[in-house]
Each structure stands twice: as structure tokens, then as C-alpha cells.
Nanobody, 128 residues
């Protein structure tokens, strides 16, 4: 099964900065040509789009509520996509998912069905 893997989650304190990484297991598939997005799902809530980056890394999109606190970038040397969130708040607590679109740019960044491959998620818990 083709599945990217997230890493970097954990328990952090409010105000901290956290970096998450999305990369497929070695020798499986290469996400470098494709658009990649991060979603998150808090307990009892719908999964929501957080950020996305095009296959060429030239364009990024963010959920408006997190603009200024979140960055997304590609690490093509490692075939990975990184999400960094600053000034973490308890309401950022969620399971964070990486999603891959088999195109350079999805038709709709925040639509879950735009993405074919999903990771299992990494838990981020922010304590106050």
C-alpha cells in the first residue's frame, strides 16, 4: 500500500514551535513531483486543511486562521515536505496528516478527495 509517513509530533507547550515531516518509506514512491498538503483533525471535529505546497514548491496555501504561524516547504534532498507551526496553542492539538495529490497542483487544496495517498497521522498535543 502506497502511504506517506508523518513524523515529528509529540507533546509540546503553548508558545513552542514544532516541525513535522512527511516522507514516503524508502524505495516506495517519490513525492517530489506532486502537490502535498497537511490536514489536521481534532477530537470531535472534521478533518481540516492546514497547508499545501505545489510539486515545484513555487506556490503554497494556508488555512487563513493559521497564516503567519505556519510554513510549509519541500526538502527535495530527502524527498520530504515539512510543516512548521509556531506560537503553538492548545487548540492546535490534533492528529496531523500528510496527503499527496498525484498532480503538481490540486484543483481544490482543502478538499480531501483531491488527495490519493494519506499517511496514518502524527499526534500533536499542546499543553497550556
Amino acid at each position: 500500500q502506497v502511504q506517506p509517513a508523518e513524523s515529528g509530533g509529540g507533546l509540546v507547550q503553548a508558545g513552542d514551535t514544532l516541525s513535522l515531516s512527511c516522507a514516503p518509506p524508502a524505495h516506495t514512491f517519490d513525492i517530489r513531483p506532486y502537490a502535498v498538503a497537511w490536514f489536521r483533525q481534532a477530537p470531535g471535529k472534521e478533518r481540516e486543511f492546514v497547508a499545501g505546497i505545489t510539486g515545484d514548491g513555487g506556490t503554497t496555501h494556508f488555512i487563513s486562521s493559521m497564516k503567519g504561524r505556519v510554513t510549509i516547504s519541500r526538502d527535495n534532498d530527502r524527498g520530504a515536505v515539512r510543516l512548521q507551526i509556531g506560537e503553538l496553542k492548545p487548540e492546535d492539538t490534533a492528529l496531523y496528516y500528510c496527503a499527496v495529490n498525484r498532480a503538481g497542483t490540486p484543483a481544490s487544496w482543502d478538499v480531501k478527495t483531491s488527495y490519493i495517498y494519506w499517511g496514518p497521522g502524527t499526534q500533536v498535543t499542546v499543553s497550556s
